[in-house]
């Protein structure tokens, strides 16, 4: 996970902290290899939208995301590269995220890794790990 400065100085705890900045936010899907910065690149295929709260009280530092709502019609036909969220106002970038399929061990499972424009893209499981020490 690659995250904002302002990201990595928060924590889990409480509803102002790090959980809190993904509540009502947008989980962009896009094509490419993954930005070692937090400026997106590739194409769009997709938007999910996260919940309110995005997540419930994370255990043994690891935080299950609420179900998300689909993007019930794909922007471009592509493979998914990577994930990036952001703030509800659609804009302030707060992560960066693998992403793959069921027992891939990424990040974020999407239900497929290839989408076509105007069909539905599903997350299935969305996690954050919190920093050791944090």
């Not at 295929?45 to 419930?56: H, T, V, Y």
């Not at 970038?93 to 290839?114: D, K, P, Y």
Request: hydrophobic share 35%; charged share 10%; net charge negative.
């Amino acid at each position: 996970m690659l995250e904002s400065t302002k990201q990595c100085n928060l924590s889990f705890a409480g509803g102002t902290g790090r959980l809190a900045s993904y509540n009502s936010g947008y989980l962009r899907v896009y094509s490419g290899a993954r930005p070692s910065n937090l400026v997106p690149t590739g194409t769009l295929l997709g938007s999910l939208r996260f919940g309110n709260p995005a997540f419930p009280t994370p255990t043994t530092g690891v935080a299950i995301a609420s179900a998300l709502t689909g993007d019930t019609g794909a922007d471009a036909t592509g493979v998914p590269g990577y994930v990036m969220a952001f703030e509800s106002d659609g804009t302030t970038v707060i992560s960066s995220h693998t992403v793959g399929l069921a027992g891939s061990g990424m990040e974020c499972i999407l239900n497929q890794l290839a989408t076509t424009a105007g069909l539905p893209i599903d997350c299935l499981d969305f996690r954050l790990t919190q920093p050791p020490g944090a």
